[in-house]
T-cell receptor
Framework: DAMVIQNPRYQVTQFGKPVTLSCSQT?????MYWYQQKSSQAPKLLFHYYDKDFNNEADTPDNFQSRRPNTSFCFLDIRSPGLGDAAMYLC?????????????FGPGTRLTVT | DAKTTQPNSMESNEEEPVHLPCNHSTISGTDYIHWYRQLPSQGPEYVIH???SNVNNRMASLAIAEDRKSSTLILHRATLRDAAVYYCILRGSSKAAGNKLTFGGGTRVLVKP
């Protein structure tokens, strides 16, 4: 089945130690998104790629960066994780942007910072 | 982004219908109404969306008020697997406005056997 895959499902990192989360998709969608979801809160968009065009949300900390080397893969890099960055990180895709297109989410990677 | 208002939680009995209301009084003429749900320990899942007319799919029905200031997601026969947080989200139709989902608080649905 075509899908959005996130690896690993659980990631533990140390305070200040860079960490990379990965996402891949078999849907051949043009748009890939990264959301952060903290405990008991709703998901919050960090940034998205439309093809190779990177779009950062205004309130996304500089500590968070992303790479999209090709259509299928997208990475979330956290340069110096703090305790407040512990959260579920969700990757999503959509065929294009605009209100008529639904987003498809992966299962998420739960990040723990020790 | 136009905001939505949903009840914090709702309870339903298994195999009974569930009606989930959403108010969006500041909706613009080009905003689509999207519903997603998030099951425990999973990523959100698309449920349904509409613009002006009522919509049906295999998961649910979406009833949109004539003035579009409110909508209702209808689960026709709730099962235990429908227990989730349901989010009502407005999405613009332009490239600039429609590129993200702005999640609100959502409604936590509890289904009792």
């Amino acid at each position: 089945d075509a899908m959005v895959i996130q690896n690993p499902r659980y990631q533990v990192t140390q305070f200040g130690k860079p960490v990379t989360l990965s996402c891949s998709q078999t849907l051949n969608h043009n748009v890939m998104y990264w959301y952060q979801q903290k405990s008991s809160q709703a998901p919050k968009l960090l940034f998205h790629y439309y093809d190779k065009d990177f779009n950062n949300e205004a309130d996304t900390p500089d500590n968070f960066q992303s790479r999209r080397p090709n259509t299928s893969f997208c990475f979330l890099d956290i340069r110096s994780p703090g305790l407040g960055d512990a959260a579920m990180y969700l990757c999503a895709t959509s065929r294009a942007v605009g209100g008529i297109y639904e987003q498809y989410f992966g299962p998420g990677t739960r990040l723990t910072v020790t | 982004d136009a905001k939505t208002t949903q009840p914090n939680s709702m309870e339903s009995n298994e195999e009974e219908p569930v009606h989930l209301p959403c108010n969006h009084s500041t909706i613009s003429g080009t905003d689509y109404i999207h519903w997603y749900r998030q099951l425990p320990s999973q990523g959100p899942e698309y449920v349904i969306h509409g613009l002006t007319s009522n919509v049906n799919n295999r998961m649910a029905s979406l009833a949109i008020a004539e003035d579009r200031k409110s909508s209702t997601l209808i689960l026709h026969r709730a099962t235990l697997r429908d227990a989730a947080v349901y989010y009502c989200i407005l999405r613009g139709s332009s490239k600039a406005a429609g590129n993200k989902l702005t999640f609100g608080g959502g409604t936590r649905v509890l289904v009792k056997p």
